[in-house]
């Protein structure tokens, strides 16, 4: 069964500085697909970045970076150059399966609360 | 371009009582999605729909039901509310076709059982 793991349930982070956020997954399929997510105290859920497990390079969207090792099953987020509105609960999430399965679900992370201290 | 709506936003309901909640897209996506999030915790997944008319069970099914109207709505049925379900819920829904398989997600019900 799959199973996603992030063992930080909060981090402190003075601003500007860079962080990473720890996820570990576990899965048995050779096809999957990696997020991250995050959840303002407004509560919405606003996707970040995406990871393929077939991408031979790790998935980056402007400040947001995976640092993907397959080998470890680690997708570790990072934010570089963090800000006062970047605090929020973070989700790591899983799909197990090509995309184009109709059997793909996605499962997800317990989170990690981000607080950014100016 | 709403994306993904669901009504109600609050909900509060005595133990026992039945309720459904509505969720609808207007992206054309294939893909739907109920999830439930406790207090401090993740989204568990409660029913998924890959396509109009099948439906599939999640990690946490129990004592809910689903109904895939039609590919643009996707409701969520408790047909006997107990304290255990007091929850947010969000809707989602996905392109499967996509190569990421993004998910867009619904603003939340926030629903209390007393």
């Known amino acids: 069964a799959q199973k996603i793991t992030q063992t930080q349930p909060g981090m402190f982070v003075q601003e500007k500085e860079a962080v990473t956020l720890d996820c570990t997954y576990d899965?048995?399929?050779?096809?999957?697909?990696l997020f991250w997510y995050k959840q303002p105290s407004s509560g919405e859920m606003i996707f970040l970045i995406y990871q393929g497990s077939y991408d031979e390079q790790n998935a980056t969207e402007g400040r947001y970076s995976l640092n993907f090792q397959k080998a470890r099953k680690s997708a570790n987020l990072v934010i570089s150059a963090s800000q006062l509105g970047d605090s929020a609960m973070y989700f790591c999430a899983m799909r197990e399966g090509p995309s184009w399965s109709s059997a793909s679900k996605i499962i997800f992370g317990s989170g990690t609360r981000l607080s950014i201290r100016p | 371009n709403a994306g993904v709506t669901q009504t109600p936003k609050f909900q509060v309901l005595k133990t026992g009582q039945s309720m459904t909640l509505q969720c609808a897209q207007d992206m054309n996506h294939n893909s739907m999605y109920w999830y439930r999030q406790d207090p401090g915790m993740g989204l568990r997944l409660i029913y998924y729909s890959a396509s109009e008319g099948t439906t599939d069970k999640g990690e946490v099914p129990n004592g809910y039901n689903v109904s895939r109207l039609n590919k643009r709505e996707f409701s969520l049925r408790l047909e006997s509310a107990a304290p255990s379900q007091t929850s947010v819920y969000f809707c989602?829904?996905?392109?499967?076709?996509?190569?990421?398989?993004?998910?867009?997600f619904g603003p939340g019900t926030r629903l209390t059982v007393t």
């Open positions: 899965t048995s399929d050779q096809s999957y697909g």
């Open positions: 989602a829904s996905s392109e499967r076709d996509s190569d990421s398989y993004e998910q867009y």
